[in-house]
């Protein structure tokens, strides 16, 4: 059995899914195009698996290279024929005195707070940027850029007791909560659209819980993405993963996000749980106050971090990751993909495709959460290779769709489970804020 297969077949167990479903599941002979030292692919193909699986649909029809495609979505995504920029220029590995920091600026206010650390003028450049955390160590920078909101780690080595400790508790994390209420949730009807009905909100952002509720939407869900009013999303961010669902802008103290909470069968959390819980939406509140209701919560480094913010390429680089890919022993590297991201979203669809299919036979209340920085230690728990395995080049006219959004052209890649199509992503913002 390979590492793809028995990561699926793990999954299955902590989700309590009828195993007949994955029964016929295994890769294909060719395998999954995410080169890196690491199991990238196994772990995407598990992904993209546990999801389609879920659905009871065929794993063996997945094709590995638009599972890649997917994965690697900023890389074939173009707006009027252009491609975006996908990285700020205060997003990146940069060398301090003692090593390497890890930043992400990608959200203006983000590199706002980065040069304000390290007391640059606003107009302070990357140049500027390089040369203050030249005289810093790692430590002091990520301290420093932290304690000013912005978002710094130290580039680590990989710590295998801290991951094994990690993996000893489930990938995705689920609990059924006993509710005296009656709930009158909907059920999925079966058609060839397997989630028709099912109400969604959408408070994620930045692809691990877009990736999530996009696979919702790709299934025939009515998803309502919703954002507040004063932090814009990048236009391509919301685009690459944004197919298929409503969105609008709404502050989330107001009266109107809990009736739309209350109307919804499914909650999808991607901000920090300490974020979560002084706004009132953490999941245990949710779901004492709306019986019935679903909530899938994702984090960068878990609950047990609630203070913490986070994305894919900083758990990369303080979990060991971006070490262990480094091109050449001096200088970090990373993933192939923004793997963390995608394989979380994936996953977290699969856990609640199945708890709806659970929540109709048992009842109840049920939550799940994972976080990158869980699904990390699962990456470094598999199995390894030398050297990556050379770079495949992909036909991106076999792995991409086209859409028309707002007199955009728009080219995003095509879904990674077969047998369903996206609608294509609205204007970020422009819907309202109801069912």
Not at 242 to 256: E, M, P, V
Request: proline share 8%; aromatic share 6%.
């Amino acid at each position: 059995m390979n590492a793809g297969r028995r990561l699926l077949s793990r999954i299955w167990r902590d989700l309590g899914a009828e195993p007949g479903l994955i029964d016929h599941a295994l890769p294909s002979g060719v395998p999954v195009p995410l080169p890196s030292r690491l199991a990238t692919g196994d772990l995407a193909w598990a992904s993209v698996a546990a999801a389609a699986c879920a659905t009871g649909g065929d794993a063996m029809a997945l094709d590995p290279h638009r599972i890649a495609a997917a994965f690697r979505s900023d890389r074939v995504l173009t707006i009027d024929g252009a491609t975006p920029p996908v990285w700020s220029p205060f997003s990146g590995f940069w060398r301090t005195r003692d090593g390497w920091v890890r930043t992400h600026g990608n959200y203006p206010h983000h590199a706002t707070r980065l040069r304000l650390a390290l007391r640059l003028a606003e107009t302070a450049g990357a140049d500027q940027v390089r040369d203050a955390l030249a005289d810093r160590t790692s430590m002091d920078a990520a301290t420093a850029i932290t304690a000013a909101g912005g978002l710094a780690v130290p580039v680590r080595v990989e710590d295998p007791a801290a991951d094994a400790a990690l993996r000893s508790h489930p990938l995705l994390d689920v609990r059924r909560l006993e509710n005296p209420k009656a709930s009158s949730h909907r059920t999925p009807i079966s058609t060839d659209r397997p989630l028709e009905g099912i109400r969604v909100l959408d408070l994620t952002r930045v692809i691990a819980g877009p990736v999530c509720t996009r696979t919702l939407a790709l299934l025939g869900a009515d998803v309502l993405r919703i954002d507040p009013p004063h932090l814009a999303e990048p236009e391509w961010q919301h685009l690459d993963t944004g197919h298929g669902k409503r969105t609008a802008l709404l502050d989330a103290r107001s009266t109107q996000m809990h009736e739309l909470l209350a109307a919804a069968d499914v909650a999808v959390l991607g901000y920090r749980p300490e974020a979560l819980d002084r706004l009132g939406l953490a999941p245990g509140d949710l779901t004492e106050r709306y019986p019935g209701l679903l909530v899938a919560r994702l984090s960068a480094w878990g609950a047990e971090h609630p203070l913490r913010a986070g994305f894919d390429s900083l758990v990369q680089a303080e979990s060991g990751i971006a070490w262990i890919e480094s091109p050449d022993g001096d200088r970090p590297g990373a993933l192939p993909a923004q793997a963390l991201d995608h394989s979380a979203g994936y996953l977290l669809a699969a856990a609640l495709i199945s708890l709806l299919r659970r929540r109709a036979e048992e009842g109840g209340s049920w939550q799940v959460q994972t976080s990158l920085r869980r699904v990390a230690a699962e990456l470094l728990g598999m199995p390894r290779r030398s050297e990556p395995a050379e770079e495949i080049a992909l036909d991106p006219e076999l792995h991409t769709t086209r859409f028309e959004v707002a007199g955009h052209a728009l080219i995003t890649a095509a879904p990674a489970i077969p047998g369903f199509e996206f609608a294509a992503p609205r204007p970020w913002g422009e819907d309202q804020p109801r069912w």
